[in-house]
């Protein structure tokens, strides 16, 4: 089982405002920073978010996230059918050796 | 241009071996921490393990501690996982990545991935 947990699905509408979760606890989320990532179909995973809420360049200003205590939340705006794919967040997980943490990813359907 | 290519990917019997390898070009490869990343088919992401810019460090996922080995070749640009003992769980496509440190987990540069087929 992921250490992160996310919701298996979300939907929504184009031009809507869609919000994915993330929760963990305070040995990932709570005391690391949190990456956001988004795989297209049969593609590599790409960086969408970094450090918690920055974007790398060439992100679109419509994506967007925070942190708070153990939970992270990536907001797509003005959402487009091209926004269709499976988002992942990660984050390090100090338990016994330390390892890398991917939540279970969320499958984003634009209706 | 930065570029991952990663090879060694096959078919192998439980409790065989396979080296992968990730030939890196365009960027100081020896300046930065890498990672392996694998995804079974149809499932999430799973981070495997992590090595950092100099090789001193590692880190593997429980799933993998004491069967895979991470390694690099900085003269080459080159990095390896060497898989032994190999499970059917293991299946998956392995994606090597840049990482800014092995603990911030930021990859902003993926290979394309190589496939893992544990079966008899």
């Known amino acids: 089982q992921p250490v992160l947990t996310q919701p298996p699905s979300a939907s929504g509408t184009p031009g809507q405002r869609v919000t994915l979760s993330c929760s963990g606890s305070?040995?990932?989320?709570?005391?690391?920073?949190v990456n956001w990532y988004q795989q297209l179909p049969g593609t590599a995973p790409k960086l969408l978010i970094y450090s918690n809420n920055q974007r790398p360049s060439g992100v679109p200003d419509r994506f967007s996230a925070s942190k708070s205590g153990t939970s992270a939340s990536l907001a797509i705006s003005g959402l487009q059918s091209e926004d269709e794919a499976d988002y992942y967040c990660a984050s390090w997980d100090d338990s016994q050796n330390g390892s890398g943490a991917f939540g279970g990813g969320t499958k984003l359907t634009v209706l | 241009e930065v570029q991952l290519l990663e090879s060694g990917g096959g078919l192998v019997q439980p409790g065989g071996s396979l080296r992968l390898s990730c030939a890196a070009s365009g960027f100081s490869f020896s300046s930065y921490a890498m990672s392996w990343v694998r995804q079974a088919p149809g499932k999430g992401l799973e981070w495997v393990s992590g090595i950092n810019y100099s090789g001193g460090s590692t880190y593997y996922a429980d799933s993998v501690k004491g069967r895979f080995t991470i390694s690099r070749d900085n003269s080459k640009n080159t990095l390896y996982l060497q898989l032994n003992s190999l499970r059917a769980e293991d299946t998956a496509v392995y994606y090597c990545?840049?990482?800014?440190?092995?603990?911030?987990?930021?990859?902003?540069?993926w290979g394309q991935g190589t496939l893992v087929t544990v079966s008899s």
């Open positions: 990545a840049t990482v800014t440190t092995v603990t911030t987990l930021r990859s902003d540069y």
């Open positions: 305070s040995s990932n989320i709570g005391s690391n920073t």
